[in-house]
């Protein structure tokens, strides 16, 4: 992203909010398929998986509330910051989600 | 476009890999045999000069004859100077023999220095809310971040150099009776002559000729021990004194939270984590791309480490006031803005950049990644941009070339046996 000339600030926050949707499908739905589109306005970054949903994404929005495993927890994750810090982070965030079915979450970061 | 100081004698350099390997920013690459310098990458930190074992890296200086076409003649010299003499001699003596190789005037860099800690005290408690700021004493570090963090700008701190202070004081000192005055700085640094040549920051700079410490070394050395009577010529304190090592400058400084890093790999570290918002606890990072300090620069020939425990020595020197009549903090700032020179950018057109980039990887992915070199490239990823950016062809790539050229031995291999059987007079 550096190559592309994008101001540190944006790189950041791409790394950011990448690392932890990542996180985010690997302790929960262990693991999914990620699609970032680099476009000329924006990253968008979208994560789908067939894990078992959120039952109450507003819930899930909370900082600190996590349903995090033990082993998880045990490694340092599951704090319960991963989404507030998505959000902190990007520009626009989308998450659709059916329980037993699979979570899609939508990530933008605005370029300018 | 940036005129580095560091240069090439073409006729010593042996198209090794040594300087392409260890360039910070990736700014050397062999072709036909010798070492290329991309100006526009190069930050004049000499790293490349340190490295190279058959001596065909230079910084260019001016020799001692510059000042001949001048009728008044001072030296400016950089602390770092005093590290050539044990601590027991003292700075006023090698001044004095510095007066002798034909100068008029001696001042020291040192005192200007002492100006700047004054200034920089001024302005981190002006600016108490913000920071952490970046030094601006050293030049290889103020064109490392224009070209690789250029989102630091604004971090720096926007002061002209203690040799920049130091020319312009020396010559209003000078007066306008002396007739042509030429102010010239005893360098340790591989940086300072491109400073003077094309300063972004400032209009013009006061200093004539940049005289590199290795070519009066020894001269000077042999005045000291001769019989020369000492003059009282030093003015400048420890505190100025101690600029010539790393940690003189942060420790000058009246300010809690300062933290000095010497090695420009070091220092990249340092402000990639810093970039990353990983530092903030501090409020001055002095920052000096030479090991050691300015005591480490290539003009030197001290081993640094010994140079700068004799600049500690000298640390409890005292010094007289020089900041009477030398200006506010405005008459040290810089006149311009530091514009950024991103290099890492592949195109100012982003959507260019983003094709660039894809071939780019494409590219890289077909190398073998091992980044041996041997196309004069620092890297496969090096080497990957430069086919993107037209500067190399892939076949300079040993490995794909090998690859080419088995599949075209095993293509005439086929072809010979698909060849019409009655030309095959044997069979």
């Known amino acids: ?112 | 476009m940036y005129e580095q100081s560091v240069q090439l004698i073409k006729e010593k350099c042996i198209g090794c890999t040594n300087c392409i390997k260890r360039c910070p920013t990736e700014a050397i690459r062999v072709q036909n045999g010798k070492a290329l310098i991309i100006s526009d990458r190069c930050l004049d930190c000499g790293e490349c000069i340190r490295v190279c074992q058959s001596n065909a890296k230079i910084a260019i200086s001016d020799p001692i004859s510059i000042t001949d076409s001048y009728d008044y003649k001072i030296a400016i010299p950089a602390p770092s100077l005093y590290g050539i003499a044990d601590s027991h001699v003292s700075t006023d003596r090698i001044l004095t023999g510095l007066k002798h190789l034909g100068f008029d005037d001696v001042f020291e860099v040192a005192s200007a220095a002492e100006i700047i800690t004054k200034r920089t005290n001024e302005f981190l408690e002006m600016n108490e809310k913000d920071g952490p700021f970046i030094s601006s004493s050293c030049p290889a570090v103020v064109r490392l971040v224009q070209v690789r963090f250029p989102s630091l700008i604004d971090q720096i701190i926007p002061f002209i150099s203690p040799m920049e202070l130091a020319a312009r004081i020396a010559r209003k000192r000078a007066g306008d009776d002396k007739g042509k005055v030429g102010v010239f700085f005893i360098s340790p640094c591989a940086a300072k002559f491109s400073e003077i040549r094309n300063p972004h920051h400032f209009e013009e700079s006061q200093v004539d000729g940049v005289i590199g410490i290795k070519d009066i070394q020894v001269l000077l050395q042999r005045l000291i021990k001769s019989d020369m009577e000492t003059e009282k010529l030093a003015v400048a304190s420890g505190v100025g004194v101690g600029w010539g090592r790393i940690d003189g400058e942060a420790r000058a400084l009246a300010s809690d939270g300062v933290i000095s890093v010497d090695g420009i790999s070091n220092i990249i570290s340092l402000l990639e984590e810093l970039e990353n918002g990983k530092i903030d606890q501090f409020r001055f990072i002095e920052l000096m791309a030479c090991p050691g300090g300015c005591v480490g620069g290539p003009m030197t020939l001290v081993n640094p480490y010994v140079a700068k425990s004799i600049i500690q020595d000298r640390w409890d020197e005292t010094g007289s006031e020089v900041c009477g009549d030398c200006g506010t903090l405005n008459d040290i700032r810089w006149t311009e803005e530091l514009p950024s020179c991103n290099f890492m950018k592949l195109d100012d057109n982003y959507e260019k950049a983003m094709q660039m980039l894809q071939r780019l990887e494409l590219i890289e992915k077909s190398l073998p990644g091992i980044d041996c070199g041997s196309c004069g490239a620092p890297s496969c990823h090096a080497f990957a941009e430069d086919i993107v950016r037209g500067r190399a062809v892939i076949t300079s790539c040993i490995f794909v070339l090998r690859k080419k050229i088995r599949q075209l031995t095993d293509e005439m291999i086929k072809l010979e046996d698909v060849l019409p059987y009655r030309l095959d007079k044997d069979e």
């Open chain 1, 1 to 112: 992203m550096n190559q592309l000339g994008l101001h540190a600030l944006i790189v950041r926050k791409t790394a950011i909010v990448m690392y932890e949707a990542e996180i985010n499908m690997v302790i929960h739905a262990g693991g999914g398929v990620v699609d970032v589109y680099i476009n000329p306005e924006d990253i968008r970054i979208i994560l789908k998986d067939n894990g078992p949903g959120i039952p109450d994404i507003g819930k899930a929005m909370e900082a600190g509330f996590s349903t995090a495993s033990d082993k998880a927890r045990e490694l340092g994750f599951g704090a319960g910051m991963g989404l507030p810090n998505i959000q902190k982070n990007s520009d626009d965030l989308n998450i659709e989600s059916r329980v037993g079915e699979g979570t899609t979450v939508t990530i933008l970061v605005k370029l300018n």
